[in-house]
């Protein structure tokens, strides 16, 4: 599936991409912005980032989301590199919420529903390190958030199986290429998006209805 993925973005760029410049722009890392006084960010990683971004941005008090990289030793990693397994990194989202809006512990367990927890170094038909499933705390209170978050999910027996989500500290997070920020919102006919990425925004606006922005409610 990472050469179908990569052999879709060849196409996309040989479709619309018209100068030299516009790919070197494309293929520039994007700008990481820093938390307004009213933010806070939250960083996850739950196989493609495609999906979890669109996901965690449909959330009420969830003002930005970034996709990029984090989990691993290399800095600064492309996305190639990050395909062939050997960063240590995970596809990863780093999200900018409003905590007057929307509580880290809300927050968490919409991750838990944007994805499937419950498979190692898997998502559907996404396989590989990069493709794990991961939460990074920055204190401890998120840490225990998390904890009990999971404790909740897995008594609500919404899975079958336990998660085995890698819950770590985090450390650094280095935003992906521009082309790769709001890939969902700017592809929808993209035969990934529409086949593996979209089931996974339909089942988080499901099992997350209350928290759901309200121009999204009524899409399918």
Known sequence: MKRYKL?????????SCTDAQTRKN?????????PTANQKVATFAGGCFWALEEGMSELKGVDKVVSGYAGGTVKNPTYEEVCADNTGHAESVDVYYDPA???????????????DPTTVNRQGPDEGEDYRSMAFYKNDEEHKTLEQVIAKVNASKHYADKIVTQVVPFKVFYPA????QDYYKLNPGNGYIQNVSRPKVLKLRKSMAALIKPEFKDKS
Do not use: R, T, V
């Open 26 to 34: 494309e293929n520039a890392f994007a700008d990481l912005p820093k």
């Open 7 to 15: 052999w879709l973005l060849g196409l996309g760029f040989l479709a």
């Open 101 to 115: 809006l929307i509580s880290y512990a809300q927050l968490a367990e919409a991750f838990f529903y944007a994805h």
């Open 177 to 180: 290429e521009n082309y790769h």
